[in-house]
């Protein structure tokens, strides 16, 4: 099982049922979650491997932002394409009856999207206040 397939299920649904576009919804949440991954993980890592952040190692907001959004732009692109109908009718024939259907509710899938942007931030403001 796939963490991202069932996610991506699971949002699929919710979308779904409150009558949304879903496949497109679905892969922008996927997108916004990508993109609190990857920013986290940029500072982090240049903040252990420089021991300065990369909004500060002299790159323009410009071009940082750029990046960014060219990232979150190219990561929708193959989302979209990746999850086509084929792909959503397999998902839906492989998680239909799944256990874990049961277990987590809608609105814990949609929390752990906030989640995840919390946890990154606490965590940047802990590594900051213990390394400087």
């Known amino acids: 099982m796939s963490i991202n397939n069932y996610l991506f299920y699971r949002l699929y649904l919710i979308f779904e049922k409150k009558k949304e576009f879903a496949r497109l919804t679905a892969c922008l949440v996927l997108g916004e979650m990508f993109l609190y991954a990857f920013f986290f993980t940029l500072i982090f890592v240049t ?9 500060t190692l002299g790159w323009s907001r410009g071009s940082s932002f750029g990046i960014v959004i060219s ?3 190219l990561q929708q692109i193959i989302t979209y394409r990746y999850y086509n109908k084929e792909r959503i009718k ?6 239909k009856g799944h256990r874990l259907n049961k277990l987590i509710s809608d609105r814990c899938i949609l ?3 906030k989640a995840e942007l919390v946890f990154g931030l606490l965590l940047w403001f802990f590594i900051d206040h213990i390394f400087n």
């Open 90 to 95: 397999k998902l839906q024939l492989l998680y």
């Open 71 to 73: 990232g979150l732009i």
């Open 47 to 55: 903040f252990f491997l420089t021991g300065s952040y990369f909004l």
């Open 111 to 113: 929390f752990c999207i």
